[in-house]
């Protein structure tokens, strides 16, 4: 069996993403979109169990799906997705001295993020997902 296509494209899709984070944050580097994108994952990832965590890992184009499971541990568990801008706080105090992010950061990034996934699927997920996680990926 060959290797998969998603596997072949994988660092090309992941720049193409990092660009269009960049562009969509008007941020200066790819590093910074890295960033950005980085704690966007993870301040998501915080608010789901282990079950939830690998389904929602299986959406995401390869590269994203290992940024999004890196370092993960149990212990980072946070219940609930909060109200306001708490959750644009956390994101900013992810990697805060290297983090531009500002306070657009969740929609842009996961607006980014809906185009190179399957939304059917990624919605059906999200409607299983604890109370607040649809809202995160459609601000």
Do not use: C
Not at 2 to 7: D, F, K, V
Not at 49 to 63: D, R, Y
Not at 115 to 132: F, R, Y
Request: aromatic residues 8%.
């Amino acid at each position: 069996m060959p290797m998969p296509q998603e596997y072949q494209r994988a660092s090309p899709v992941f720049d193409g993403i990092l660009t269009e984070v960049r562009d969509k944050l008007d941020l200066a580097t790819r590093n910074q979109a890295y960033t950005a994108l980085q704690s966007v994952l993870i301040v998501f990832r915080r608010r789901l169990g282990p079950a939830q965590i690998l389904a929602f890992a299986a959406l995401l184009p390869p590269v994203v799906r290992a940024v999004f499971v890196a370092d993960w541990t149990k212990d980072e568990f946070v219940p609930g997705f909060g109200i306001g801008d708490a959750l644009a706080d956390e994101v900013k105090a992810v990697r805060r001295h290297h983090n531009f992010s500002g306070d657009h950061a969740i929609p842009e990034v996961t607006s980014v993020l809906r185009a190179h996934m399957d939304v059917g699927t990624l919605d059906t997920l999200l409607a299983s997902l604890p109370e607040g996680a649809r809202q995160f990926w459609s601000r």
